[in-house]
């Protein structure tokens, strides 16, 4: 029975609190009351709370797209994730594309020029797929999980202890207006002690709040070691598919210059190197026609001179034969031109080397 009791007037003092904060709350709305003001420092550091969880949120769900752009795929994640269950493990759509690429040479016939071209292709885009999962994997645990953590936790905990410090508040200004409105020399002492507590315990709520929300510097330097860390990771993935497709480049340029159809009948276009400077040139011209007039006025000029010019290389470039210069990209070179040399080459000089390189790969200096 006294167990009841205490229960009752539990009940009924919660009702009456929260009656007198919804009162409260109700008035300030309606300017009928006066409502006690944060300190300007907590107030920043409120603001900066709820920036950091606005933009947190938005980099993580977009980061997330990034890795996976199939809806689908990332609800059947999310859903095993919440399972605590391991979803199945699926081919993603680079090792999906490899397996039909093999698939298809093995059809066609790996001797064929088609088919074996398929074949290196396809593993190729295998190995992508798997430098894929990597960055996912990586990002996940390195990035996404950090970002997560301070919105299902960190976040959470500082939204529960503002919440706390907002009822505070309208304790202590629901008291300041009861004792307002006290006439009486007791109703008033009830009241003074009244203001008194809840005065104290609104400061211990709002030194607990601001400790919570200083934290925040804390949390951005964390997250920006978890961001360098993603970025290597994305480094990591997009050196790894450039060596993959530069092998492959190499690997698909042995093949003969005309192809043999998978009839066995002789084509009679040759198909060009994706190095040739023609194509290179042409492509060129295209995408840059006001870049490129340039370049071809400042090569014509160096042409009809007997001077030499600085020039940056512009792409790599492999000599087919002993009187072309190999190039890397971004080194700096002397070019010059010779009496009857080809309109597309000038001669190439890095220090005791030399030979012929092509205009098309090179970006002439002041």
Same mark, same amino acid.
């Given at each position: 029975?006294?167990?009841?009791?205490?229960? &009752?007037?539990?009940?009924?003092?919660?009702?009456?609190?929260? /009656?007198?904060?919804? @009162?409260?709350?109700?008035?300030?709305?309606?300017?009928?009351?006066?409502?006690?003001?944060?300190?300007?420092?907590?107030?920043?550091?409120?603001?900066?709370?709820? !920036?950091?969880? $606005?933009?947190?949120?938005?980099?993580?769900? +977009?980061?997330? &797209?990034?890795?996976?752009?199939?809806?689908?795929?990332?609800?059947?994640?999310?859903?095993?994730?919440?399972?605590?269950?391991?979803?199945?493990?699926?081919?993603?759509?680079?090792?999906?594309?490899?397996?039909?690429?093999?698939?298809?040479?093995?059809?066609?016939?790996? *001797?064929?020029?088609?088919?074996?071209?398929?074949?290196? !292709?396809?593993?190729?885009?295998?190995?992508?797929?798997?430098?894929?999962?990597?960055?996912? +994997?990586?990002?996940?645990?390195?990035? /996404?999980?950090?970002?997560?953590?301070?919105?299902? *936790?960190?976040?959470? =905990?500082?939204?529960?202890?503002?919440?706390?410090? +907002?009822?505070?508040?309208?304790?202590?200004?629901?008291?300041?207006?009861?004792?307002?409105?006290?006439?009486?020399?007791?109703a008033r002492a009830a009241s003074e002690?009244? &203001?008194?507590?809840?005065?104290?315990?609104?400061?211990?709520?709002?030194?607990?709040?601001?400790?919570?929300?200083?934290?925040?510097?804390?949390?951005?330097?964390?997250?920006?070691? !978890?961001?360098?860390?993603?970025?290597?990771?994305?480094?990591?993935?997009?050196?790894?598919?450039?060596?993959?497709?530069?092998? /492959?480049?190499?690997?698909?340029?042995?093949?003969?210059?005309?192809?043999?159809?998978?009839?066995?009948?002789?084509?009679? =276009?040759?198909?060009?190197? @994706?190095?040739?400077?023609?194509?290179?040139a042409s492509a060129s011209a295209s995408l840059?026609? &006001?870049?490129?007039?340039? @370049?071809?006025?400042?090569?014509?000029?160096?042409?009809?001179?007997?001077?030499?010019?600085?020039?940056?290389?512009?792409?790599?470039?492999?000599?087919?034969?002993?009187?072309?210069?190999?190039?890397?990209?971004?080194?700096?070179?002397?070019?010059?031109?010779?009496?009857?040399?080809?309109?597309?080459? $000038?001669?190439?000089?890095?220090?005791?080397?030399?030979?012929?390189?092509?205009?098309?790969?090179?970006?002439?200096?002041?």
């Open positions: 029975m006294n167990i009841m009791d205490f229960n &009752v007037k539990k009940l009924a003092a919660d009702a009456g609190t929260f /009656l007198s904060r919804a @009162v409260q709350f109700t008035e300030e709305k309606l300017g009928q009351a006066e409502k006690t003001e944060l300190d300007a420092h907590l107030e920043n550091l409120l603001s900066k709370a709820e !920036c950091t969880k $606005l933009w947190t949120e938005k980099i993580m769900k +977009q980061t997330e &797209v990034l890795l996976q752009p199939n809806p689908n795929a990332r609800i059947e994640e999310f859903v095993y994730e919440k399972l605590d269950r391991k979803a199945p493990s699926r081919m993603n759509n680079p090792e999906l594309l490899g397996q039909y690429m093999i698939d298809a040479g093995n059809e066609f016939g790996p *001797g064929t020029a088609y088919g074996n071209a398929l074949i290196k !292709c396809g593993e190729t885009q295998k190995r992508i797929g798997t430098a894929d999962r990597e960055l996912i +994997q990586t990002s996940a645990i390195n990035f /996404l999980t950090p970002l997560r953590n301070f919105i299902e *936790g960190d976040y959470k =905990t500082i939204t529960k202890e503002r919440k706390l410090l +907002q009822n505070k508040r309208l304790d202590l200004d629901a008291a300041k207006t009861r004792l307002k409105k006290a006439k009486v020399a007791e002690q009244e &203001v008194r507590i809840t005065q104290s315990e609104f400061d211990r709520q709002a030194e607990i709040t601001r400790l919570l929300l200083e934290g925040i510097s804390s949390t951005h330097a964390h997250h920006l070691r !978890c961001l360098n860390d993603f970025v290597e990771a994305q480094m990591t993935y997009y050196a790894q598919c450039y060596q993959y497709m530069l092998d /492959l480049q190499k690997q698909l340029g042995s093949f003969p210059s005309t192809f043999l159809s998978n009839n066995n009948q002789s084509s009679s =276009t040759p198909v060009q190197s @994706v190095s040739s400077p023609s194509v290179l840059t026609s &006001v870049s490129n007039s340039i @370049v071809t006025s400042g090569i014509s000029e160096l042409k009809s001179s007997s001077g030499s010019r600085k020039a940056r290389v512009l792409y790599d470039y492999d000599a087919a034969n002993s009187s072309e210069l190999s190039l890397l990209a971004d080194e700096v070179i002397t070019v010059y031109s010779i009496p009857g040399m080809d309109s597309d080459w $000038l001669m190439g000089e890095r220090g005791n080397q030399k030979g012929k390189v092509p205009i098309t790969y090179l970006e002439l200096l002041n």
